[in-house]
């Protein structure tokens, strides 16, 4: 390295440069290069930022600007579910999960159920073992062929649990 230095026509005088100097020299071609990759990449993002049109939107996978729950819903296939009162689980009626996300679920049922009712819900395909999940109804608004309830959990279940909901 010293007989570099002294071939070469400019001569630094300058304390600790073979130190110093090669890592300024990485640190500037390093900033470079993650200029250069946001403004290539960055640009990708911002052409597909508006996502399309879609009859089917589904807030849980895609997110909704006008959403102001804490977690998303998400639809799927009805899910048939046990509803009782928390004191009378022995005869329960019957209902169907219609979307659910990690603080409640809606159901359709039949009989009409006032807010802030204290409800318990099981799946009908659930092992034996199966807790009743406490349920809070948050709205009851009539349908043409039944009721549907917006219901808020008590206390969030298991994801194991949650699963079994659809």
């Not at 440069?17 to 071609?29: D, H, K, Q, R, T």
């Not at 406490?134 to 009721?147: A, F, K, Q």
């Amino acid at each position: 390295m010293v007989v570099f230095a002294e071939s070469y026509v400019l001569k630094l005088d300058l304390p600790y440069s073979e130190y110093w100097l090669p890592l300024a020299i990485g640190m500037g071609v390093g900033l470079c290069a993650i200029s250069v990759g946001k403004l290539v990449f960055g640009r990708r993002n911002q052409i597909h930022q508006k996502p399309p049109q879609n009859f089917n939107h589904d807030p849980f996978t895609q997110g909704s600007a006008s959403e102001q729950r804490k977690s998303f819903r998400r639809q799927g296939n009805p899910t048939n579910v046990f509803i009782a009162p928390p004191e009378k689980k022995d005869k329960p009626a019957q209902g169907l999960v219609l979307d659910r996300s990690m603080g409640g679920i809606c159901l359709h049922v039949s009989e009409e159920y006032k807010a802030g009712a204290q409800l318990a819900v099981l799946p009908v395909n659930a092992p034996e073992m199966t807790p009743w999940v406490d349920i809070e109804v948050r709205t009851c608004r009539e349908l043409p062929d039944g009721y549907e309830l917006g219901c808020q959990f008590v206390k969030t279940p298991n994801w194991s649990i949650l699963l079994m909901f659809g």
